[in-house]
Nanobody, 123 residues
Framework: QAQLVESGGGLVQPGGSLRLSCVVSGITLDYYAIGWFRQAPGKEREFVAHISWSGGSTSYADSVKGRFTISRDNAKNTGYRQMNSLKPGDRAVYYC????????????????WGQGTQVTVSS
């Protein structure tokens, strides 16, 4: 059974940076694309970023474009997201997920999910 474990969340001041990791076990990550989603308090979960299985293609939500960078290391079965210039509006629980096919921005396309990691942006 696949297991995805996110880490790296925490409290950061506005303008600060965080790097989230998503360690995957139980599946061969080489075949899976990785997506990142987030859910802010009182809101629905939303798409944040996606990286293809090879790492050759990435996509970002407009709200994070230019500030967040997604990457992966298949040898380590790990995905990463570097978040810079964080804003209070980025406060949310962040989830990583893995999928074989389907639209990258749809939750229903993803086969496996992590438990989420909290990111709080506050002074």
């Amino acid at each position: 059974q696949a297991q995805l474990v996110e880490s790296g969340g925490g409290l950061v001041q506005p303008g600060g940076s965080l790097r989230l990791s998503c360690v995957v076990s139980g599946i061969t990550l080489d075949y899976y694309a990785i997506g990142w989603f987030r859910q802010a308090p009182g809101k629905e979960r939303e798409f944040v970023a996606h990286i293809s299985w090879s790492g050759g293609s990435t996509s970002y939500a407009d709200s994070v474009k230019g500030r967040f960078t997604i990457s992966r290391d298949n040898a380590k079965n790990t995905g990463y997201r570097q978040m810079n210039s964080l804003k209070p509006g980025d406060r949310a629980v962040y989830y990583c997920a893995a999928r074989l096919s389907g639209r990258y921005d749809l939750e229903a396309s993803y086969d496996y999910w992590g438990q989420g990691t909290q990111v709080t942006v506050s002074s």
